[in-house]
């Protein structure tokens, strides 16, 4: 199979194959030793998928040798996190210069989403008034909030932030308002589920969330080039 799909796409003049495999497949290791033996790249972790109880999560965002971070990141002249609401013009200028963004794909859009945005737990990240991300929450009705038939469970669905920024901990500091702010609002117990391909992100959630995580997944990448 993997050599069909390897001369389907060389003859459709595709430069290069990807597979994606998740840690919740029972033969994880196996796969991935299966595409490494068929010339494939050794597996990159391209995503975490995370679910949670949303005070504990908030508690652990920033540990305390990332204080100075935090402090930096939520200093209102620089950095602003308001609640969710409409853009003015200078904020629709923004998001359009960030949409052009070459870091930027569809994936991240939020205009689909209307009424559904939670403007409790959603917000936009501004720098010296300027838009420069966001955070947006809906609520969260699949199988896994049946789950939690008893709490209010909200799905982090859109966050982006401009690229220049990724490696700030400006992204972080968002996560921990939006957070804070679904914890004050729907208790600490409340479930958050967010997805993240942000390297900082998926080393936090990782090494700080995973240990009590309700649900935490990998999606690890492994590439080949066709030649």
């Given at each position: 199979m993997?050599?069909r799909?390897?001369?389907?796409a060389?003859a459709?003049?595709?430069?290069?194959l990807?597979?994606?495999?998740?840690?919740?497949?029972?033969?994880?290791s196996?796969?991935?030793?299966?595409?490494?033996?068929?010339?494939?790249a050794p597996?990159r972790?391209?995503?975490v998928?995370?679910?949670?109880?949303?005070?504990p999560?908030?508690?652990?965002v920033?540990?305390?040798?990332?204080?100075?971070?935090?402090?930096?990141?939520?200093?209102?002249?620089?950095?602003?996190?308001?609640?969710?609401?409409?853009?003015?013009?200078?904020?629709?200028?923004?998001?359009e210069?960030?949409?052009a963004?070459?870091?930027?794909?569809?994936g991240f859009?939020?205009?689909h989403?209307?009424?559904?945005?939670?403007?409790v737990?959603?917000?936009?990240i501004?720098?010296?008034g300027r838009?420069?991300?966001?955070?947006?929450?809906?609520?969260?009705?699949?199988?896994l909030?049946?789950?939690?038939?008893?709490r209010?469970?909200?799905?982090?669905?859109?966050?982006y932030?401009?690229e220049?920024?990724?490696?700030?901990?400006?992204?972080?500091?968002g996560?921990w308002?939006?957070?804070s702010?679904?914890a004050?609002?729907?208790g600490?117990g409340?479930?958050?589920?967010?997805?993240?391909?942000?390297?900082?992100?998926?080393?936090l959630?990782?090494r700080r969330?995973?240990?009590m995580a309700l649900?935490?997944?990998e999606i690890h990448?492994l590439?080949?080039?066709?030649?």
């Amino acid at each position: 199979m993997l050599f069909r799909s390897e001369a389907v796409a060389h003859a459709a003049g595709r430069e290069r194959l990807e597979a994606r495999v998740t840690t919740r497949m029972s033969g994880f290791s196996v796969s991935c030793a299966v595409f490494q033996k068929a010339g494939f790249a050794p597996p990159r972790l391209g995503l975490v998928n995370l679910t949670g109880e949303v005070g504990p999560m908030s508690s652990c965002v920033f540990p305390r040798d990332w204080r100075a971070v935090l402090r930096r990141t939520v200093d209102p002249r620089s950095y602003d996190f308001p609640a969710w609401g409409p853009f003015d013009a200078g904020e629709a200028a923004d998001l359009e210069g960030l949409r052009a963004q070459p870091a930027y794909h569809a994936g991240f859009d939020f205009a689909h989403l209307g009424d559904r945005i939670d403007p409790v737990c959603s917000l936009k990240i501004l720098r010296h008034g300027r838009l420069v991300g966001w955070i947006v929450a809906e609520p969260l009705s699949n199988a896994l909030a049946a789950e939690f038939p008893e709490r209010v469970c909200r799905h982090y669905v859109s966050a982006y932030l401009d690229e220049a920024l990724w490696h700030t901990g400006v992204m972080l500091a968002g996560y921990w308002h939006a957070f804070s702010r679904q914890a004050a609002a729907y208790g600490e117990g409340s479930i958050a589920n967010y997805f993240s391909n942000m390297p900082r992100q998926m080393a936090l959630s990782r090494r700080r969330f995973a240990p009590m995580a309700l649900h935490y997944d990998e999606i690890h990448v492994l590439e080949k080039a066709l030649g």
